[in-house]
């Protein structure tokens, strides 16, 4: 068994101190339970540039298995956040859902020339046109989305697309006057990362809030509708669906048992995501939980991949280093799905991953090389 550092030990009680001060913020028979960040297939254009020269998606998780893992871990109402795209929701609408439409839109902080998330919900058809026309320019994107009264997150703010070397702090002082709302515990990300935005957040003062102001000429009131007011949401982040649900926010709605009887459940989460009427749930957040999500995700490439062809690759955008590297993970994808025994194996691991248990005939069958990767399954 690993041993846990003092450090570490800390941590685990900080965290599980937080989660549970936010379960009592409001009264239990009030809230609804969500998932605000969470993907399924039509995250399709991934932001690394190594899956864009290579064309693979994100994930390969068809909709309805993310609802249903969504349902399992009890989410009263629900969102599909993809990237630069709500097609998932605009779909399941169609269909007779009662979907919070949502989408992560990456933005451009152009002063900067820092690429970041942000979540952002309520919004239509026509409104997402003008969203995705908009992200290059962030400060453009968020006035149009104050103006729209549409809520914006901050999505897990110590990562983002910066070309050489970390953001000055002036960055992460300036971004904060633009937004009120910040997911503050991210599925995908350590403990550490997670407390320690809450940790600065908290440490926000009125004061600085202006002082911010006048040292960057900007006035967050053309960004927010309460600068002061600092809101925490959390979303499990997860592309392979496995951890959908695990980790999200508490919605909360005054008179919720006679309100839900007349209002759509969508339309009450998007009121309270507005008033900033959140409390965030989930756990101890380790490098266990992203390891299991980059396997599963290897597992799905090795299922899915279909070779981009060289003119794709030597014609992308990148550098001759960039291409270099994807053709080589090509060429070695390629020869991993010539091989059956390590597909059938490969599909063997991914399909535990979703729970699917190998019977006793599947786990014979497995090479003895491959034997002991399932004695636990």
Known sequence: MKKISG???ELRQEVNSFFESESVKFPKDELLKIDL?????????P???LGRILNVPETWLRTEDLIDTLKKNRCDVFTVTNHNNARSNFDLIKKGYDMLVGAEFSCLVPDYDIGIHVLAYGFS???EAVLLHLKENLYDFLKYTKANDIPTVWAHPLYQYKSDGLPPFN???KTALLFERFEVVNGQRNTWQNMLVKFWLESITPEEIDSWSNKFGIDPNDYCNNPYKKSF???????????????G????????????KKEPLSKLALEAIKNGNTAVYGSDQNTEKLTVAFLDYFNQVCLNFEDPGLTR???HKGTTIDKLIAFVISNALSEIQRHGVTIKFIELFHNSFRGEVPSYFKKFLVPGAYKKYLIQL
């Not at 949401?233 to 649900?245: E, L, N």
């Open 7 to 9: 450090f570490q030990n």
């Open 249 to 260: 926010t508490y919605l909360h709605i005054p008179d919720l048992k006679n309100r839900r």
């Open 37 to 45: 960040h969470c993907h399924d297939h039509n995250s399709n254009v």
């Open 233 to 247: 949401t959390g979303g499990s982040d997860s592309h392979m669906g496995i951890f959908a649900g695990q980790t």
């Open 47 to 49: 932001d690394e540039l």
């Open 171 to 173: 960055f992460f002082c």
């Open 313 to 315: 690759m030597l014609l």
């Open 125 to 127: 058809e026509e409104q």
